[in-house]
């Protein structure tokens, strides 16, 4: 998928769902980046399925 163009969507999709993740906007060459930290095996689940979702 497109990251550029839909960042900002998925950051909003996913803080919807109570997901922390952070916009980071450019870094280096790469554009529309996103910071996903990641805890416990529930939170790396609850994210996988978020991100799935989303991602259809």
Same mark, same amino acid.
Request: hydrophobic share 35%.
């Given at each position: 998928?497109? /990251?550029? &163009? &839909?960042?900002?969507?998925?950051? =909003? /999709?996913? &803080?919807?769902? %109570?997901? =922390?993740?952070?916009? @980071? %906007? *450019?870094? !280096?060459?790469? +554009? %529309?980046?996103?910071?996903? #930290?990641? !805890? #416990? *095996?529930?939170?790396? =689940? *609850?994210? @996988?399925?978020?991100?799935? +979702?989303? @991602?259809?």
């Amino acid at each position: 998928f497109d /990251a550029h &163009s &839909s960042y900002k969507r998925v950051y =909003s /999709a996913l &803080s919807e769902q %109570g997901i =922390s993740i952070r916009k @980071l %906007g *450019k870094i !280096g060459n790469h +554009d %529309g980046c996103l910071r996903v #930290t990641i !805890g #416990t *095996k529930e939170m790396n =689940s *609850k994210f @996988l399925l978020a991100i799935r +979702d989303y @991602l259809g």
